[in-house]
């Protein structure tokens, strides 16, 4: 019996007979289903119909078509694709274009109704014309700031080579990229073409709005293809490979083409919002900054020489510190704000608010809180006085909290950071001080105190700190008064920097940018957030000292501007993104290390830089068809060998 049974199991896996899956132990359904026909057909010429109805041998489900299905040439109206029983309807909204190519690209989207099957790439084709465009253009999209590739974003060519063309009309052809970033444009016609990518916003498959993704190359090429070979490897389960054969295929040219993509700088600029969140100060939020700062009139108090402005770098956020305690304790602060702002045309413009600016915590509130505060103390102070404990018979002065960025072990290249939480009206450097201890003396030693660069509230300590030696950083009583007089309280901390041997050194010796002008080199942790950064020296090198021992990543940015920080491109000016560049390993460092480590940033092809870790976004697992069988064989203890299509 059991010899019957093991022949009728050899007979159906030989003949790779798919059975639906059974509560006994049976075949499991590994085929994907298949096409039994189109109308039009698949490839049909001379198609005037906007209908296409496509027919399985199965019951199938589509996978999300307004975001897997591309129609190409595109479609301003979108299509109605929908998937019913065992076809699958697209109906086309837009005029058809005479002597035209059409695409429809179903990617992985369609599946068997029950196992989930993939039918795999799937492209349904047809034309307008009297014959079909065959050829392909594919390659990869990333990120030109983080070389993170770029999932979901539109790729389309343009026969019309002018620059114009990408604002002015849609793009000819056009395909989505996947997780991995990488596209494959379909249908294509011989001829002279630019490619572009765009995250299309309004849906007008052109470049219209500045919040819109894009890259672009002004690079032309022209598609072709020959015979090659690869090759296929035949798997017998998912662990043993059953044959490895030589295919013949069509090779289609472009295949490497790597777009960088980026969005412009939002220079438009509009009032975001103003609030009050503290009563001491207004906040006002713009979308960009200008030079020009707004003009303040006040309607019910006198706003001349009211505020002290803090602003931010890019003079987008500013803070609008109130001096008289009197006006904090006005509830409402009504003001007209003359500012300057885009108009439709795009030019800069005046334009005038008036601002209601009504604090979070009325006055009354906050004069119940601190009521409620005092009387909790006197309570507290009574407690003590009965018990005949040390008490306090006058309410204590709330005093200036500082913030002291001082930690009790500290790198060789620190530098102190100290911040008020309100602006400084004193400062007496002489109030503060820094002690080294040398044996068992503790000595003066000099440092240098300033303001960080545009920045109101924000001071730094610079000193020549050397390893392995203790400090102690001390700031007298009343060093710092702000505005409304608080006063700081004495603040002592000791230090103790750490010695050499708690670091390893870096030396990155890098090709090919030595005349690309001031590049930009940075140590990044696993989450591409930066540890250290220098600049690469004119002979190519670039050095890290006090590294700490773990595991790190570099990249390096040319810095075209010298600005010292990483710029965007913008498409009118045919100026792309400043260029980014990652060694494509992790670097591993160690206590008492020298590392001397090679990279050659131009031999790399751009989308093969960034190391895997470091990519944010995993590409999801392809469909793959099931080969549960073969399981199920062994369990059996049988053979199984999958009939190849």
């Known amino acids: 019996m059991k010899k019957l049974l093991y022949l009728i199991l050899m007979v159906l896996a030989i003949a790779g007979c798919a059975r639906m899956g059974s509560p006994d132990g049976g075949w499991y359904d590994e085929d994907p289903p298949k096409i039994v026909g189109s109308t039009p057909a698949d490839k049909a010429t001379g198609v005037k119909t906007k209908k296409v109805s496509i027919f399985f041998d199965e019951y199938i489900k589509l996978a999300d078509a307004s975001q897997n299905v591309i129609v190409s040439p595109p479609q301003l109206e979108m299509p109605e694709i929908k998937a019913t029983g065992k076809k699958i309807i697209v109906e086309l909204k837009d005029t058809l274009k005479p002597d035209m190519t059409y695409t429809i690209d179903f990617s992985d989207a369609i599946t068997d109704n029950n196992e989930g099957n993939p039918l795999g790439n799937y492209t349904f084709t047809f034309s307008t014309g009297s014959q079909i465009d065959t050829l392909e253009v594919s390659g990869t999209v990333i990120s030109a700031e983080n070389l993170e590739p ?17 604002r002015k009309k849609p793009l000819l052809r056009v395909s989505r990229t996947d997780a991995n970033g990488h596209f494959v444009i379909k249908g294509v016609a011989a001829g002279e073409y630019r490619v572009y990518a765009l995250k299309d916003a309004d849906g007008d498959y052109k470049f219209s709005q500045k919040s819109e993704m894009i890259a672009f190359s002004h690079d032309t090429f022209k598609p072709y293809a020959k015979l090659d070979m690869r090759q296929d490897t035949i798997w017998r389960d998912t662990l043993h490979i059953d044959s490895i054969r030589q295919v013949q295929y069509m090779h289609f040219f472009p295949d490497n083409l790597v777009l960088l993509a980026f969005q412009e700088l939002q220079t438009d600029r509009y009032l975001l919002k103003t609030e009050r969140k503290d009563p001491d100060r207004i906040n006002i939020f713009f979308s960009y900054g200008n030079e020009q700062l707004p003009v303040i009139r006040g309607l019910n108090f006198n706003a001349e020489d009211a505020f002290i402005l803090e602003s931010n770098v890019k003079q987008d956020s500013l803070t609008y510190w109130i001096r008289d305690t009197l ?44 009521e409620k505060e005092y009387e909790a103390w006197q309570k507290k102070q009574e407690k003590k006085r009965k018990r005949e404990e040390p008490y306090d018979s006058i309410y204590p002065v709330k005093p200036l909290e500082m913030i002291y960025g001082v930690p009790q072990a500290m790198d060789p290249d620190y530098v102190i950071h100290i911040k008020s939480p309100s602006p400084l009206a004193q400062l007496d450097t002489a109030a503060i001080h820094l002690y080294s201890k040398i044996d068992t003396l503790w000595y003066n030693t000099p440092f240098e105190f300033r303001q960080e660069a545009n920045q109101l509230r924000s001071y730094e300590v610079l000193a020549d700190w050397r390893p392995g030696v203790e400090y102690s ?15 700081s309280k004495p603040y002592k901390q000791g230090i103790k920097v750490k010695t050499l041997d708690d670091y390893g050194t870096l030396f990155l010796e890098i090709g090919g940018l030595q005349d690309s002008g001031k590049v930009v080199v940075q140590l990044v942790d696993r989450s591409d957030k930066e540890i250290a950064r220098t600049l690469m020296e004119p002979d190519g090198t670039a050095q890290f000292f006090y590294v700490k021992p773990g595991k790190f990543y570099a990249k390096a940015f040319i810095d075209s501007n010298n600005n010292g920080k990483w710029d965007t491109g913008n498409y009118d000016a045919n100026l792309q993104a400043e260029r980014v560049f990652y060694y494509p390993r992790e670097i591993e460092t160690k206590a008492k290390w020298d590392i001397t480590l090679q990279w050659q940033p131009m031999a790399t092809p751009l989308n093969q830089q960034k190391p895997s870790q470091l990519i944010k976004k995993k590409a999801a697992a392809k469909k793959k068809q099931k080969n549960r069988n073969a399981d199920r064989a062994r369990e059996l203890g049988i053979q199984y060998i999958k009939k190849q299509s």
């Open 327 to 370: 006006l904090i304790n006005q509830d409402t602060l009504s003001f007209a704000m003359d500012y300057l702002m885009t108009d439709s045309t795009g030019q800069l413009v005046n334009k005038t608010d008036t601002i209601e600016a009504l604090a979070k915590t009325s006055y009354a509130k906050r004069q119940k809180a601190r």
């Open 473 to 487: 950083f001390e700031v007298d009583s009343a060093a710092f008064v702000d505005i409304y007089g608080l006063v």
């Open 150 to 166: 770029q999932e979901g974003i539109l790729v389309g060519l343009y026969d019309d080579l002018a620059d114009s063309a990408f």
